[in-house]
C-alpha cells in the first residue's frame, strides 16, 4: 500500500544546480549542502517552519543536475493565499546562484518524487584533447588530456544493459541491493568534440555512474579490451582496476515519470526489494 501522505497539498519542485560546491543533495551537519539550501528557501517564501524535501535521487557532492525533481507538502491553508505559478520565481530569488528552481506545481495523485520515477539519466563529459578544453565549461566537463577511443568504449557498452547485479560497481553499504535495470548506455563524441556517456537506468546504487565511466575509460584508453567491463560487472566485486571518476563531469540531465495513473503504482513497485529471479537471462528481465 502507498505511504499515506502528511496532510496538506504535495508540491513538485523542478530544479538545477552546479554542484561544483556543495556537499552533495543530502543535509550533513556543518556541510553546504542542495537539500538545505532549498528547505531554507522554501521557509523563507512560505513563512514557515522547514520543510522536508524528498528528491528523486541524491546527487554526490560535485555532481550537477539540469533535470532534478523533487516533492514537499505544504500545508494546504499555506497554498490558499499563494500563487504557486510565481513559486519558482520567488524560490529562485532567494536561492544562491549556484541553484535554480525551474518549475513548482501541484503535484499529480500518488506523486513521489523519489519512488514514482521509472528512470533517472546522466551525462558525463571529458575533455581528452586540448583543442576542446573550454574554460568556461571546467565545472561540468572533465579535463582529461589522454586521447580516448570513444567507439571501442561505444563497444563495451551494450553488454552491461539489462537487470544486473552491479555491486563491482557501487559502494558497499550492509543491507543495500546493487541490483538495477540500465534502461541506456551509449558512448559519442558531440559537435564540440567531446566524449559523452549517456547512462540512464530505473535507479542507481552510490558511485554507479562514475564507476560505469571509468572501467568505459579504462577501455578508451587502450588498457582493457572492450569485453572487459561486462567480465567485471560478472564477478560481482569491486577491483582497484575500477576507477571512480571524478564527479566533476556527471551531470544529472533528465528523470522520467510514467502516466499519472500509474504514479501510486510505480510508487508502490519501486519500495519493493530488488531480487534477480531465478530465470532472469544476462540481458535482463522482469524480476525484482
Known sequence: MTESRREGTRLRVDLRFDGTAFAGWAVQPGLRTI????????????????????????????????????HVDVPADTLQALDVERLAGRLTGVLPDDIAVTS????????????????????????????????L????????????????????????????????????RPGATAIRTLQRLDCAR???????????????????????????????????PSTWPALIQAGGRRVPEVTVMPATGLTLEAVGYPEPPELAAQADRARALRVLSPDATTGGGAGR
Open 35 to 70: 537539500q538545505d539550501e532549498i528547505e531554507r528557501a522554501l521557509a523563507t517564501v512560505l513563512r514557515l517552519p522547514p520543510l522536508r524535501v524528498t528528491v528523486a535521487g541524491r546527487t554526490d557532492a560535485g555532481v550537477h543536475a539540469r533535470g532534478q525533481v523533487a
Open 104 to 135: 513548482v506545481r501541484l503535484a499529480e495523485p500518488g506523486f513521489d518524487a523519489r519512488f514514482s520515477a521509472i528512470w533517472r539519466r546522466y551525462a558525463y563529459r571529458i575533455a581528452d584533447h586540448p583543442g576542446v578544453v573550454d574554460p
Open 137 to 172: 565549461r571546467r565545472h561540468d566537463v572533465l579535463r582529461r588530456l589522454r586521447p580516448l577511443d570513444h567507439e571501442a568504449m561505444a563497444a563495451a557498452c551494450p553488454a552491461l544493459l539489462g537487470l544486473r547485479d552491479f555491486a563491482a560497481f557501487c559502494k558497499n
Open 190 to 224: 558531440n559537435c564540440d568534440g567531446l566524449v559523452v556517456v549517456d547512462v540512464q537506468a530505473d535507479a542507481f546504487c552510490h558511485s554507479m555512474v562514475r564507476s560505469i565511466v571509468g572501467a568505459l575509460v579504462a577501455v578508451g584508453e587502450g588498457r582493457y
